[in-house]
Every structure is written in C-alpha cells, then in structure tokens.
Nanobody, 120 residues
C-alpha cells in the first residue's frame, strides 16, 4: 500500500506565506513526477506545479513567481512554498505522484487534500 499525506494547510491573510508538505509512505521502489493540484469550490481541479525526480519544474501561470515546488527524494517528500498568497489561491490542495512499487511498473496516487484559505 502507498499513501500520500498532505500537511500544512490552514487560514492565512492575503499577502501571507504558507508551506505545504506531502509525505509518501508504504512499499515504494521509486517516485517519479510529483505534483500539486488544487480545486476551488465550483471549479475543476487544476495543476499548480509539478517536479520530476531530477528536479525539473513547471508551474501554472497564476502561481509563477509566487510558489516554489521542491522535493526530498531521500525522504519521499514534496513541498510547496507559497508566498504572496491571494484570495483566489483558496482551494483544497492535493498531492499527486507517480509511484513505482517494483521495477517497470508505476501507478498514480492522490493524497486526501488539505484546505488552504486566504482571507482577512
């Protein structure tokens, strides 16, 4: 079994900062691309940022320059540093990862989500 667990969400004022973490656990051979998605009420889930095992990153235009994705391969963890937060960043943030439990096989996994609310 593989689990992804997010942490670090909560309430923050506009202009504030927040750091999300995602920890993968279970029987893991390797973790490939990891990503953060978010879903606001009434909207579709959207990609926020992604990072490959080698550290290549890409970001949604709406968060470029404000958010930074990173990972620690040794600890099977991923982070999202969010700066200059805006009310429109309010959403449930989900961790996503392609995880291999054995050679030449991988599956896609989701975390349960963590609420981020940006409000004064």
């Amino acid at each position: 079994q593989v689990q992804l667990v997010e942490s670090g969400g909560g309430l923050v004022q506009p202009g504030g900062t927040m750091r999300l973490s995602c920890a993968a656990s279970g029987s893991i051979f390797s973790i490939y691309t990891m990503a953060w998605y978010r879903q606001a009420p009434g909207k579709q889930r959207e990609l926020v940022a992604a990072i490959t095992r080698g550290g290549n990153t890409n970001y949604a235009d709406s968060v470029k320059g404000r958010f930074t994705i990173s990972r620690d391969n040794a600890k099977n963890t991923m982070f999202l540093q969010m700066n200059t937060l805006k009310p429109e960043d309010t959403a449930v943030y989900y961790c996503n990862a392609d995880i291999s439990q054995r050679l030449l096989s991988s599956n896609n996994y989701w975390g349960q989500g963590t609420q981020v609310t940006v409000s004064s």
